[in-house]
């Protein structure tokens, strides 16, 4: 997997972004794990990803209101890794150099990739942050909002991604791979750049 370069991170960090401004000054495809979730939702039989069929299966009171934000982090099927040999897979079948993002990449799954370490690169976002960029992209209550009690349900959700963003922070120090805090005090331009010398472009 020498020709994939990696961003993953939590939501609303500016994976996309970044993403975009470096295939485009590089001559890079672009590949966004969030474009084919559903896709590889469809593809993902109930025996291999368990996790999956059983959110697929719920209500949005149940996914968003019923459960503790640890359950919602711990049973959520992408943070678990499931489908992800799906994006390897497709990865596999890019024949040119490409840069990947999306929170779906996990350092535990993408380690073993790695032919160099710093041909991945995590954003962590503060809370702060990703609320702010979420209120900006006007989607802060797009899932929280088809739930029965609104704010209640964003309460969970931000708890929720922040933990994961915890464990991103976690698991990148105990693997060794390069992270970089978005706080804001980084232009979007800035954060590209810092990026961009991560991944030795």
Same mark, same amino acid.
Request: net charge neutral; hydrophobic share 40%.
């Given at each position: 997997?020498?020709?994939?370069?990696?961003?993953?991170?939590?939501?609303?960090? @500016?994976?996309?972004?970044?993403?975009?401004?470096?295939?485009?000054?590089?001559?890079?495809?672009?590949?966004?794990?969030?474009?084919?979730?559903?896709?590889?939702?469809?593809? /993902?039989?109930?025996?291999? /990803?368990? /996790?999956?069929?059983?959110?697929?299966?719920?209500?949005?009171?149940?996914?968003?209101?019923?459960?503790?934000?640890?359950?919602?982090?711990?049973?959520?099927?992408?943070?678990?890794?499931? @489908?992800?040999?799906?994006?390897?897979?497709?990865?596999?079948?890019?024949?040119?150099?490409?840069?990947?993002? @999306?929170?779906?990449?996990?350092?535990?799954?993408?380690?073993?990739? =790695?032919?160099?370490?710093?041909?991945?690169?995590?954003? =962590?976002?503060?809370?702060?942050?990703?609320?702010?960029?979420?209120?900006?992209?006007? @989607?802060?209550?797009?899932?929280?909002?088809?739930?029965?009690?609104?704010?209640?349900?964003?309460?969970?959700?931000?708890?929720?991604?922040?933990?994961?963003?915890?464990?991103?922070?976690?698991?990148?120090?105990?693997?060794?791979?390069?992270?970089?805090?978005?706080?804001?005090?980084?232009?979007?331009?800035?954060?590209?750049?810092?990026?961009?010398?991560?991944?030795?472009?």
């Amino acid at each position: 997997m020498r020709h994939v370069y990696w961003i993953g991170g939590g939501s609303g960090a @500016g994976k996309s972004t970044v993403a975009r401004a470096l295939a485009a000054r590089h001559g890079l495809r672009l590949y966004a794990t969030d474009d084919v979730m559903a896709e590889h939702a469809r593809r /993902c039989p109930p025996a291999d /990803c368990p /996790c999956l069929a059983r959110f697929a299966a719920m209500s949005m009171d149940e996914r968003w209101l019923l459960r503790t934000p640890r359950t919602m982090l711990e049973t959520f099927h992408w943070y678990r890794g499931e @489908g992800f040999h799906l994006v390897e897979a497709d990865l596999r079948a890019v024949p040119q150099p490409v840069v990947a993002e @999306g929170f779906r990449l996990l350092p535990s799954l993408v380690r073993p990739l =790695l032919g160099e370490p710093h041909r991945a690169v995590w954003l =962590l976002p503060t809370p702060r942050f990703r609320r702010a960029a979420f209120e900006h992209r006007g @989607g802060l209550w797009q899932i929280a909002g088809r739930t029965s009690d609104p704010e209640r349900a964003l309460r969970n959700l931000l708890e929720r991604d922040r933990m994961f963003t915890e464990r991103l922070r976690a698991e990148t120090a105990e693997l060794g791979l390069r992270a970089i805090e978005v706080d804001g005090s980084l232009t979007s331009d800035e954060l590209t750049t810092a990026v961009e010398e991560a991944l030795g472009l």
